[in-house]
């Protein structure tokens, strides 16, 4: 299994309403693909006054699965992002392949 992980530095002015997007419409947008198993979302708790990480995990099955989410979906849903908070974030993505299994 593998993690495609988008970190996430965001302008406190837009932090709440970056949350609620995610929670409420872009995570099960990534999901709904079907290139993707399931997610994790967290927020940091380190204090900055200009503005907060969240980290977004996706987890994934074969490369395979990531190539298919390039091809046909990421384009789409990261302009629906950058349109809502143009000029507010900026975000770093990487790959990872699970070593261990997930441990509930």
Known sequence: MYTYSVKSRVNNEVVTAWQKFF?????????????????????SEHEDPMSTYFIADYYFESMKDLERYESLFAKELKQDVRKRFAGKFHSERSIYRLLTPINH
């Open 23 to 43: 929670v409420e419409h872009h995570l099960q947008d990534l999901i709904n693909t079907e290139c993707f198993t399931h997610y994790q979302f967290r927020r």
